[in-house]
């Protein structure tokens, strides 16, 4: 069996490519890092369980790419740049097959996202990844949860429903067709980090947050810390078409809402920015959709295309 | 139940003091903090798992003062003062009570170190306490385990192998008199982070360590990062007059080399400097022992109090 220290150097002293702005990577009792000069450092931590957050037996690589991901789409959400990661992986066993290939999606991840791994603890017991992912960004651009304003417009990145599709594909409770089942599951598998999108709309967004518990909890989130309510047109939710074959329109709005794991970002904008973004997602240039509009009040208010209110239950993933 | 927002923010929305250099803490996507001009940022993660690390009923005011002590003596080791932390958690239960207890002694080390906690991950699961805090340092006072050279001075702050007796005290494995029992487990509980010893010697060290897994194994960090031999002289180890009543001198030697769990500092000083550290420590500004030399070869020589070499096994704790 292969120790602590001979399992670090093997398999996690090159994942991602260490710029110039990494003095001191993996090995030494800190790693060394130099922000950009003007810019604030962001930083989100991550955890993910087998079993509550992933399938025990799922891949490795699919594995590490999550748990990447997950973490860049916190990046994505306050509009930074993403620049290191330290990793703390508790594994039942050293596992060289399985190592080596959890290291190859984290190298992956990490390379297609420009950031890299400088650090962190390796530990034997249940498997859990935690990734602290560190980005920067100019401290008048950073996003917050907290800018939203009456009037504002809401948008998404992407499609919604999908994370949650892929699970139940993955689970056996959702039986799609070939194609659709792919598309889905990779979108659980592979979540794309919006980080081209952060750094795009950081520049007129009023507020934002990624969807990792389902869009009205996270919406609420934005809800709350702005002190504002949001109303939600469900017949705008952008739904992917594989969701729309594989599932009901009710099961397919459920999943957007409810069910987490979509990894898309919520953003506000405010009226006078709505053209611009428009012409942004006109162009090709954001994928984005509008859903709603900020108003007076508090909590998130659903409507149906009659502009009726509707009672769905608002609530995302809760470990406890 | 309470579910997982309103367990941080009972418990853990302010465990340390924020101060003008933390934008945004716990609550949002990420974090924004805003390093000191002029420094770089120190990086450092340790995970604990229950009865790995400690064992599983131990105080949960203990495990939280542990979690962070021993991601400080990280920071120590590369001469960086303690600025931010982030906090994964995962715990079986949402025990109020015991998470009253695990956050008042998080914000207790947190205050006394002068680092506030800004964000983090709380899930359901196996007992484990991931910790990842960042500290900051001018670049060209950084310590690194690379720097040690022929001829160099070895130190050890504090006093060794009182973690090891303290976890054996703590385990039946030790008896000793109350007071020293006491002593040692109070050790073991609340190791002291060396951060004053670290912002002390980086003004003169060459090389630097924290000492978590045993002497023998970090003092061989040291010696195969600086490409040099290290050489011990075993009748100089720092022993407490606690582990002396408490421990053979044997048993004692034995804890301090490779029992690990002392988070002490372990350094190398330039012949040059050696005088200058020298009466730091007379003067009572530095509490440390001259304990051996760095010397041309590689790997660590242990000697006796006749210059005999003594064998002895080395290595530290292994996970795997």
Redesign the interface.
């Known amino acids: ?4 220290f001979s ?1 670090i150097s093997r398999y996690f002293s090159a994942c991602g490519i260490a710029g110039e702005d990494t ?2 990577g993996v ?9 950009a ?1 003007g810019e ?8 993910l ?1 087998a079993d ?2 992933f399938p025990r037996n799922s891949p490795a690589r699919y594995i590490a790419q999550r748990a990447l991901a997950v973490n860049l789409s ?2 994505a ?2 509009g ?1 740049t993403p620049r ?1 990661f ?3 992986l ?1 594994t039942p ?2 596992d060289p097959s399985w190592l080596s290939e959890f290291s190859a999606g984290l190298n992956a991840m990490a390379n297609q996202f420009n950031c890299t791994l ?9 498997l ?1 990844i ?1 990734i ?1 992912l ?2 920067t ?1 100019p ?1 008048d651009k ?1 996003l ?3 800018g939203a304003n009456p009037g504002d417009s809401i948008f998404v990145s992407g499609s919604l429903g999908d994370g949650a599709g892929g699970l139940a594909s993955i689970e056996g409770r959702l039986s799609a067709a070939r194609e659709d089942a792919v598309y889905l599951e990779e979108h659980f598998w592979q979540p794309k980090p919006r980080i081209s999108e952060g750094l795009e709309i950081r520049t007129f967004a009023s507020a ?3 969807i990792s518990d389902g869009l009205l909890a996270d919406l609420g989130h934005i809800a709350k ?1 702005s002190q504002v309510g949001a109303l939600l047109e469900l017949d705008k939710l952008p739904l992917s078409r594989a969701l729309q074959r594989a599932a009901s329109v009710q099961q397919g709005r459920a999943w957007a809402l409810a069910g987490g794991d979509d990894y898309a970002l919520c953003f506000t904008v405010p009226a006078d920015r709505v053209a611009h973004c428009q012409r942004l997602i006109d162009g090709g240039l954001l994928e984005a959709t509008s859903i709603g509009v900020i108003e007076e009040g508090a909590g998130v208010r659903c409507v149906d295309e009659d502009g009726q209110t509707v009672e769905v239950e608002c609530s995302g993933y ?3």
Chains 1, 2 share one sequence.
């Open positions: 069996m292969a120790d602590e399992l003095l001191l090995g030494d009792d800190c790693a060394l890092l130099t922000p000069a604030v450092l962001a930083v989100t931590t991550d955890t369980l509550v957050h916190d990046i959400a306050v930074a290191w330290q990793l703390a508790t066993t050293a400088v650090g962190g603890d390796t530990t034997r017991g249940p859990t935690t602290t560190m980005g960004v401290p950073a917050k949860r907290s934002a947050i990624d810390a809760k470990h406890f």
